[in-house]
Structure formats: C-alpha cells, structure tokens
Nanobody
C-alpha cells in the first residue's frame, strides 16, 4: 500500500549541488528504514545511502560518502538526498525506496530488502 514519489532531478554542472526529495504515503513511514539507489543504462542498480526509522543512523556507499547526505522528516513522510560536489559519474536515475521487512529493522544496503520503490528521477552532471 505504500507509495513513493521522487522529485528534484535535473541537469547540473560538475561541482554543483542538488537535492532530491521523496514523498512517502501513509504514516507508516515513521517505522521503516529508507534508502536511495541509482542506476545508469547498462549497469546494475547501485546502493547510494540509507537511513533508519528515526533518522539517527545512516549508511553511505563509499563512492558518495562525504559528498551526499540522507535525511528524513517523519512528521511529513519525506526523505531527502543532498548531493554536493557532483561528478559526471553521479549521472543516473535515482530511486528512493523503503525497507519493509520489520519494524526497526537493521540498516542495510542490500537491494532485495527494499520492497517499495518510487518511479525514479533523472540526475545528469555535465563535465
């Protein structure tokens, strides 16, 4: 029943910043972990970042750690991905997702644990 919708993608230059947003339906978002993944044509979907149910714990892929920041606002059922120092290699379709295994599940970068996905938003970084 949970639905997700990403927004905020666009075309930027190398070194620019961009913020992606994810709107999650229902108040159940407060009890589940969330995450961001990305995919480039010809490549497998890649883990980007994850955040636990309360927002107190986060997990980042090595390729984005120090540049990206994931956050959430449970009162508004939203999740964001702040992207800084963007590089052409960051070009991809970005997806937000939720881990619905159980209440207060341990954070994970494993794609199969995320059962609900948004439609994706395109981020293009020009060199």
């Amino acid at each position: 029943q949970m639905q997700l919708f990403e927004s905020g993608g666009g075309l930027v230059q190398t070194g620019d910043s961009l913020t992606l947003s994810c709107a999650v339906s229902g108040r159940t978002f407060v009890s589940v972990n969330g995450g961001w993944f990305r995919q480039t044509p010809g490549k497998a979907r890649e883990f980007v970042a994850a955040i636990n149910w309360s927002g107190a714990d986060t997990l980042y892929a090595a390729s984005v750690e120090g540049r990206f920041a994931i956050s959430r606002d449970n009162s508004k059922n939203t999740m964001t991905l702040q992207m800084n120092s963007l590089q052409p290699e960051d070009t991809a379709v970005y997806y937000c997702a939720t881990d619905n295994r159980a209440f207060r599940a341990i954070l994970s970068s494993t794609e199969v644990y995320y059962g609900y996905w948004g439609q994706g938003t395109q981020v293009t970084v020009s060199s």
